[in-house]
């Protein structure tokens, strides 16, 4: 089956920095990758739909300043946070898929200290 | 808007008791339905994927159903394990838009 692999699994950074998130798709190429976050004991919730070779569609409420996306190539999306806050922190997942089926990542944990 | 709903929120069972999840949406007009699992930390294992057309799909021990005119679906696990024990999550696939929407999820947890 189609695999996505996401990049680092674990980061724990300190307030004020950037961190950038690395989503792969490793075994097709995905015109559309999906982020979202996810708090402890909560649902996904869809934070932005990237498009290679344009810019990224934003859900309501979600700071496209401070949640940077970018989609270069047809394998790679990634998420930058910028100025990351304590509040930030959360469970990063991407997604890679056509309108059939998605294909999820493991995750990203990030911690802001 | 769709929205999704999962019941109960947490579910706890002894080890060969069969699992009923429940899913329910606001809105008929979907494309497809997924049922996926998640573990602790971990990413989202599709478990399986209905489409509009269908009414079921089956793998294994799981089964899952697809009512739109009732806006519900049920995902049976029969006869639980203790590696059952994970947080299950129904997601809606809309066309229009090309988004998934998920459920709350249902946090399972199967005693030996």
């Known amino acids: 089956g189609a695999v996505v692999s996401q990049h680092p699994s674990r980061v724990i950074c300190k307030s004020g920095t950037s961190v950038k998130i690395e989503c792969r798709s490793l075994?097709?190429?995905?015109?559309?990758m999906f982020w979202y976050r996810q708090f402890p004991k909560q649902s996904l919730m869809l934070m932005a739909t990237s498009n290679e070779g344009s810019k990224a569609t934003y859900e309501q409420g979600v700071e496209k300043d401070k949640f940077l996306i970018n989609h270069a190539s047809l394998t790679l999306s990634t998420l930058t946070v910028t100025s990351a806050h304590p509040e930030d922190s959360s469970f990063y997942i991407c997604?890679?898929?056509?309108?059939?089926?998605?294909?999820f990542g493991p995750g990203t944990r990030l911690t802001v200290t | 808007k769709q929205e999704v709903t999962q019941i109960p929120a947490a579910l706890s069972v002894p080890e060969g008791e069969n699992l009923v999840l429940n899913c329910s949406f606001t809105?008929?007009?979907?494309?497809?339905l997924q049922w996926f699992r998640q573990d602790p930390g971990k990413g989202l294992t599709s478990l399986l994927l209905?489409?509009?057309?269908?009414r079921e799909q089956t793998s294994g021990r799981l089964n899952a159903s697809l009512d739109k005119s009732s806006g519900r679906s049920t995902l049976y696990i029969a006869a639980s394990q203790p590696g059952d024990s994970a947080t299950y999550l129904c997601?809606?696939?809309?066309?229009?838009?090309?988004?998934?929407?998920f459920g709350g999820g249902t946090r399972v947890l199967v005693k030996p």
């Open positions: 997604s890679a898929g056509t309108a059939d089926e998605q294909y």
């Open positions: 997601s809606l696939f809309k066309a229009a838009g090309n988004k998934l929407t």
């Open positions: 075994d097709f190429q995905a015109t559309t």
């Open positions: 809105d008929s007009a979907i494309y497809n």
């Open positions: 209905i489409q509009s057309s269908q």
